[in-house]
């Protein structure tokens, strides 16, 4: 297993956005513990392939108090939303320190594959749906800084290209 470097925002490959995965083969089942690893080192319930810079789409997450329930979801797809939705305080590996409020459906249903290429349904809801579909936009190309106003994104864009000016000197 390795550890990989999660892009941070505004890095335009975040908003490229993920090809299906042709088949779960062996550079897939390598990639997912690697993924798993990165996320549990980061301290996050999720992660992406296109936050390492892999665009494909492979999500994992584990949203267990365990941190011993992870989930991957190999070309997910959402089948069913429930009609309610609630504003989610969330944040995100590729902003760290960056936390604001996101309106999510409350139940989703998502199909997939599984680590082994099984398909998979999942029922979530509470933080599990939230994630999925946080992670999911990662996908599409999309952050979750982008339902943010024009002004509050603007703001955390300078501060994170300020962080890595800073980091980088």
Not at 54 to 74: A, F, G, M, W, Y
Not at 146 to 155: A, D, F, G, I, Q
Not at 159 to 169: F, G, P, S, T
Request: charged share 25%; hydrophobic share 40%; aromatic share 4%.
């Amino acid at each position: 297993m390795a550890l990989l470097t999660i892009l941070c925002y505004p890095d335009p490959k975040l908003h490229k956005v993920a090809k299906p995965v042709p088949a779960v083969d062996a550079r897939i089942k390598a990639l997912v513990p690697d993924m798993l690893e990165t996320m549990y080192e980061a301290k996050g319930i999720g992660l992406a392939a296109t936050q390492v810079d892999v665009h494909e789409r492979l999500i994992v997450i584990d949203t267990s108090e365990e941190r011993n329930q992870p989930l991957v979801l190999i070309n997910p797809e959402i089948t069913w939303t429930s009609a309610a939705t609630h504003l989610n305080e969330e944040g995100c590996l590729s902003v760290p320190g960056i936390y604001d409020g996101v309106q999510r459906f409350d139940e989703i249903r998502v199909t997939a594959l599984d680590r082994q290429g099984k398909a998979i349904t999942v029922e979530a809801d509470g933080l599990l749906a939230v994630c999925i579909q946080h992670e999911m936009d990662h996908l599409i190309g999309k952050v979750f800084v982008e339902y943010l106003s024009p002004l509050k994104r603007n703001r955390i864009k300078k501060k994170m290209l300020k962080a890595q000016r800073e980091e980088a000197d």
